[in-house]
């Protein structure tokens, strides 16, 4: 066994960890306050090759594997995690699903500049009945000769308005149940697309959700992404991939959360020393530190066992589901050891805080990693 990063591994979480610092500090807090989507910042890390780390450099890709995208992640996380959420979809969501499963004409046409950030992409799963109950879908997509015709909700789109490309799952055979669920390629121009109000969030404010209409969009059939009936298996495949990059976001909120109470204790006196001296706050920068680290090992273990071809979807389950409750309970405890000052915007980590709620949630509820994970073991 070798913990051991590579020389190129090392390079990716130093230069996400000086971009973090430089590019997303500087206004963190006003963006999370006006919600308001960091459009510069997406520019910059898709200039910085933050958006498709993971993509074949002949797609304009980065060409790096999971470990480096984990570590990237994480970096980015522990500032800013509305960008590192952005950056998640666009990588793992939409970049890898198209790459895996897309036609050529499909990667030549749209992955090339979603690689490169120029695009940027969305993921379209969750309807406002079928969230966790993916199967439920009801969306629909009807054979129109050369062309089908979509037609539906869906519902909390990550990069819901600021995207060019979506993916979107909707019934080609709804008869056949998620066997008859296809993946399409959408773009934003086309006719009867609306894209609904944005949701005003408790966390990740400054990335932008919306729900999204779809009324008789024409989508051309070179844009069915595989076979029809392969929309739910792409999904959950995809999403397997995913999930290792909302585990490493987790992390990051985590790990950002710990860096901040670790600094503070240090420089907080009460009682005549600094707070860190006290055993109680000891204790909790001991328990801190010991989970963030196992839930990097599962990350890492999760990543390792991506870029070495294994069967990885209970690893990525396990590891979003361990690191999800790390980033609570971390960010938790950062405030409790900040004390009224964790309480207010200026240092960081009552942000934090509302940021790692979502983690537990999107991309499969904790309650559905726990779902996967047991049917995986009792399979
Ligand atoms: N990997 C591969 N295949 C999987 C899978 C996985 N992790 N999970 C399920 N499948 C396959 C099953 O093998 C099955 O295929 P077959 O019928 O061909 O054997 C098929 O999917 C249906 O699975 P089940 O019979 O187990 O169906 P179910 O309804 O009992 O459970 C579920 C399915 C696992 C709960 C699934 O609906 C699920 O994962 N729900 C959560 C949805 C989710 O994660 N949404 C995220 C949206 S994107 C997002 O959130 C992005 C963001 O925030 C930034
Ligand atoms: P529900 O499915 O209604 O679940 C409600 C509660 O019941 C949860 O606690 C759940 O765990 C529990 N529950 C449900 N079924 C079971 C069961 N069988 N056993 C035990 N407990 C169960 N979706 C996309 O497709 N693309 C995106 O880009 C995207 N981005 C998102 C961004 C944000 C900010 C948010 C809030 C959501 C986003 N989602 C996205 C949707 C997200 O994936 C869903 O919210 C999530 O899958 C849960 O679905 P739901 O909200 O309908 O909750």
Known sequence: MNFQLSEEQTA????????ARNHLLPGVIERDDKA?????????????????????????????DT????????????IDASCSVIMSVNNSLVCWGLEKYG????????????????LLGAFCLSEPEAGSDATSQKTTAEDGGDHYLLNGTKNWITNGGSADIYLVMAQTDAAKGHKGISAFIVEKASDGFVVGKKEDKMGIRASDTHSLMFTDVQIPKENRIGEEGFGFRFAMETLNGGRIGIAAQALGIAAGAYELALGYSKERKTFG???????????????????????????????YLKDSGLDYSQFSAMAKLYSSKVAMETATEAIQI?????????????RLFRDAKITQIYEGTSEIQKIVISRGLLK
């Not at 510069?40 to 200039?47: I, N, R, S, Y």
């Not at 860190?276 to 920068?285: G, M, N, R, S």
């Not at 900040?338 to 009552?350: A, F, I, Q």
């Open 338 to 350: 900040h004390g009224g000052y964790g309480y207010v915007k200026e240092y960081h980590v009552e």
């Open 67 to 78: 470990v480096s995208y984990v570590l990237a992640m994480e970096e980015i996380s522990k």
């Open 36 to 64: 308001s989507f960091p459009k510069e910042q997406v520019k910059l890390m898709g200039e910085m090759g933050f958006m498709g780390m993971m993509v074949d450099p002949y797609y304009n890709g980065g060409g790096m």
């Open 12 to 19: 990716a979480r130093d230069a996400a960890r000086d971009f």
């Open 273 to 303: 020393k600094p707070i860190c001296e006290h055993q109680a706050i000891q204790f909790k920068l001991a328990d801190m530190a010991t989970e963030i680290e196992a839930a990097r090992l599962l990350c890492l273990k999760a990543a």
């Open 103 to 118: 036609s050529e004409a499909q990667k030549e046409k749209y992955l090339r500049r979603l690689a490169t950030g120029e």
